[in-house]
């Protein structure tokens, strides 16, 4: 068996072309979509994050902001600095990219974002509506993997799917919206024993753990569809992911490729849940996220 690549870039591509029209229909009514991005010191990765974000919204037509402050910020300057963009009319999404400096509460500062801008769906306000169900600004990363699970047709309800990685950015908002497919899910992590038991169960296995080549072949069920969440950085400086790719694409039917799989739909489903923000405030959207079902 050789597994099919689920092309994420190729489906990003499709979303944010669809997402052009979106936003061409807003300029027209004369309403730009307007997404802010903050950072916070010089982190080297942050800083490449944010420029691919940026370029993505200049692509799809829409208006971009990169807020670079220094690394000596303190926190209550960050946290007016938020209140502020929340005040703008002209920003419709609000992303303050992480990691921040160890002396800023990270948590403090989603939590100032307005939920109706937190287009990272991190704010405990859409946090709260992903676990009940509700329409919401759900997570990127895993929105995007439902959304690549759905265009490649693959069946949801009443699989099992096993989800490595318990992170509030990925693992937990990953299973919620799993469950709310109505799969049937196990959640594991680095301290689950005999992690290969219970992985080689799913009939999805989404793979968001943080290290490398932690997935090998003898833990994926046969005809399994394993999605690749992890990017891990190794001694050398070179980037592995948390599936042994080319043992696991031999026992899986469809696989996710590392780049290429689902870092493209993140930052599709960002745009997305921007111009979803911007729909809303011209009353073009009924709700911001309907439910996966």
Known sequence: MTARIIDGKAIAQQHRAELAVRVGRLKAGGLTPGLAVVIVGDDPASKVYVRNKALACEQIGMHSEVHALPASTAQAHLLDFVRRLNGNDDIHGILVQMPLPKSIDARAVIETIAPEKDVDGFAYQNVGALVVGEAAFYPCTPLGVMKMLEEEGIAVAGKHAVVVGRSTIVGKPMALLLINASATVTVCHSK??????????????????????MITADMVKPGAVVIDVGINRLPD????SDVDYGAVAAVASHITPVPGGVGPMTIAMLLANAVKSAERVAGLDAGIETRIA
């Not at 290969?196 to 080549?213: F, K, P, W």
């Not at 400086?237 to 592995?240: E, M, Q, V």
């Open 237 to 240: 400086g070179k980037l592995a």
């Open 192 to 213: 689950t024993p005999d992690l290969g038991a219970i992985t080689r169960q799913g009939d999805i296995l989404v793979a968001a753990v943080g290290r490398a080549r």
